[in-house]
């Protein structure tokens, strides 16, 4: 869409400030802000030094000649250097004392529990490796894994990357029609899947859905399929293999292959609120360093952590932070197959005390859906392990940091909201736990090695406070290569809108210490008589009302002031709306950010319509505020009976 020219206004004024504990810092990498200053002013200063210098601390079989060959947009990092990221992530632990470390917790929803050693973890992916090459499967080739959260989708990753294939992993919650297109795209050969997985207590089948898909897609040749849930399937023969079956036959032998640093390791597409998927394509050497790093410092890891990031292996954080990071570094890791309220509420609280988790990161929908569903579920277990919390996916509303920072924290654990996307491929915008204090509802600074700026239309840093759009100006390791078969849409998406940066499609302002307040896709700015404003920042003073746990606003037209703003309001669990809740909630933010923000419309509703990976679709709200029908594309939608309530309530 073409940018404004006008500035964002920014009405969000959150003052609360929270320094590193003491004692967090004393132990933590980067110990004072000070420190933090000084190596990202040299890391931006001379970024190939600095990468290549942390680059040295994992193996290569051949060192690169150059840390980056830049020209714009497309950037070559460690070229001519050949590694393996699955060698970095299992044979390097498996010859040093971590040998017989735990890598991976995993529990089932049944409650099922598997506890991974390296050397364990790194037989089997040799293995599943060997079951590949078996099939034919070649350094290249393209391989969609669709299965449920169990530990083979994690074999299958790594024993891809060990053998130099591209892996795509499709959530498993994605209908046929998205395994269909994305085989197309991607033009796999080979599908690694399961009879199913366990959501809500119910079995959920995924074969079906692949068979249905491969109606149309003569170029797979291959399915292999892991046992889960043991319901019945239909095994199509020639094509279908039992992953038990092939493995029996396959040695625990398997030599990572040495691959140039640019070789694709993966696609990943953007389940995004609007038009086609892109296929986001990663490559191996510039990722692998900075899901290393990254992972170190913003969650300040050690030796003895146990660390759960609670994304699926379907979206780039599990990818990033689940599986690539942890073990890059040697982590354990813990992986949950399941829904956050099955059996009760307080699964993830209860998976936290039972296995010691001590660092625990995930998204803004679910923190307000705890909040929803009310704290006496945290209040239940000590969560005493914990030492960092982390969040990413959304801006995060204020009041909900504040109750995740209180409830889950005990005001003991520094939170680290993250800001980075599918396309940035690992952290860019973070807290440094120990050495950057934070304020609710901000990412704070940027990484090492990272030059972000919020720049108006014409590329020029806006004053502090003023809103804009926020754009990288340097390449870094971890950047998408590009969109997979389509190199002038990589180049019109990030590289035409702002001169010179990459553009990141979200908006922001920087405060006075140059922290970064993220204020949510551009997209999603309206315009209110003359003031163009993130609804994020309505949506946060709604969510500091006592009452409400979660909110969305968008923008309908308005004769007279353009854009009159409508939101939708999810209240707390036990809370009705009686008739005077509307107007006291539109005084609120009168109050909170200023009259010129008070919602015209107030409409309550159970849930909102979310797409797969909890992002709020204001696409569709915004066509039932204006009165529209839904249209376009919805498959991406977790829960199509929400529309249907929405429609009704505004009937
Ligand atoms: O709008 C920003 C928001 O999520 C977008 C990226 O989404 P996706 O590619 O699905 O990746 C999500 C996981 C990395 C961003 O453009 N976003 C992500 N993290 C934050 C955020 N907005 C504000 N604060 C965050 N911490």
Redesign the pocket.
């Known amino acids: 869409m073409p940018l404004s020219q006008s500035d964002i206004t920014s009405v969000l004024h959150e003052t609360r400030k929270f320094p590193p504990p003491a004692e967090f810092s004393k132990r933590a990498h980067v110990k004072s802000l000070a420190e933090y200053k000084k190596i990202h002013r040299e890391s931006v200063r001379n970024p190939q030094k600095f990468w290549g210098k942390i680059a040295k601390e994992l193996h290569w079989f051949k060192q690169w000649k150059k840390v980056l060959e830049w020209k714009e947009p497309f950037a070559k990092w460690f070229a001519g250097g050949k590694t393996n990221l699955c060698f970095n992530c299992l044979d390097r632990h498996v010859n040093s004392w971590r040998r017989n470390k735990v890598a991976i917790i995993w529990e089932g929803e049944p409650g099922d529990v598997r506890n991974i050693p390296y050397a364990s973890l790194h037989r089997q992916v040799c293995q599943f490796a060997n079951v590949l090459k078996s099939l034919g499967v070649k350094k290249g080739d393209r391989i969609i894994i669709y299965m449920p959260l169990i530990p083979e989708a994690v074999f299958a990753m790594l024993a891809c990357t060990r053998i130099g294939a591209v892996h795509s992993v499709i959530f498993g919650g994605f209908s046929s029609e998205a395994v269909k297109d994305r085989i197309h795209d991607s033009g796999a050969t080979t599908v690694i899947t399961a009879d199913g997985g366990f959501r809500r207590g119910q079995a959920v089948g995924l074969k079906a859905n692949v068979d249905k898909a491969l109606r149309d897609c003569p170029g797979v040749k291959h399915v292999i399929v892991a046992q889960r849930t043991k319901e019945p399937i239909h095994m199509e023969p020639g094509r279908d293999h039992w992953w038990h079956e092939l493995a029996e036959n396959a040695g625990y032998e398997c030599p990572a292959e040495p691959l140039d640093s640019e070789h694709p390791l993966f696609i990943l597409y ?2 995004g609120s609007t038009g086609k998927p892109k296929g986001i394509l990663h490559t191996t050497g510039g990722y692998m360093v900075s899901a290393y790093l990254t992972t170190k410092y913003v969650f300040d890891l050690r030796e003895e952590d146990t660390y759960w990031c609670t994304a699926d292996i379907g ?3 599990g990818h990033t932070y689940s599986v690539y990071g942890a073990l890059l570094n040697g982590a354990t890791t813990v992986l949950y197959e399941g829904a956050p309220n099955h059996p009760a509420p307080d699964r993830f609280w209860q998976i936290i005390d039972k296995f010691g988790v001590t660092i625990f990161y995930t998204a803004p929908t679910a923190i307000r859906a705890f909040i929803k569903w009310g704290e006496q579920h945290v209040l239940k277990h000590s969560l005493k392990t914990l030492r960092l919390l982390g ?6 509303n204020p009041e909900a940091w504040m109750w995740y920072y209180n409830v889950v924290g005990k005001k003991r654990c520094p939170i680290v ?7 940035t491929g690992t952290i860019m915008i973070t807290p440094l736990p120990g050495a950057i204090p934070t304020k609710p509802g901000t ?1 704070t600074l940027p990484f090492f090695g990272i030059d972000p700026a919020v720049v108006n239309k014409e590329g020029r840093e806006v004053p502090p406070n003023t809103g804009g759009y926020l754009v990288i100006r340097k390449p870094w390791p971890a950047m998408l290569r590009g969109l997979y078969g389509d190199p002038e849409r990589y180049k019109k998406t990030y590289w035409s809108e702002i001169k010179g940066c990459y553009f ?3 908006g922001a302002r920087r405060d006075k210490d140059g922290y970064f307040w ?1 204020m ?2 551009i997209d999603d700015v309206v315009n209110v008589s003359g003031h163009r404003i993130g609804t994020m920042e309505v949506e946060s003073a709604l969510v500091s009302h006592k009452d409400v746990a979660e909110a969305a606003v968008v923008a309908r037209p308005d004769d007279l002031k353009g854009q009159a703003l409508v939101a939708f309001v999810t209240l707390k669990g036990g809370i009705t709306a009686d008739g005077s809740l509307q107007e006291e909630l539109r005084q609120h933010v009168a109050q909170e950010i200023g009259s010129l923000a008070k919602p015209d419309d107030i409409r309550f509703t159970d849930t909102l319509p979310k797409t797969r ?1 909890g ?1 709020i679709m204001r696409r569709l709200l915004r066509e039932i505020a204006s009165g529209q029908e839904v249209k376009g594309d919805t498959t991406t939608l977790e829960d199509f009976g929400v529309l249907a309530k929405l429609r009704e309530e505004d009937e």
């Open positions: 953007t389940s979206w780039v954080t969040t990413v996916g959304e801006p995060i909201d993250t800001w980075w996307q599918t396309e990412a990141t499609g979200d993220i949510g896709r990976s992002k």
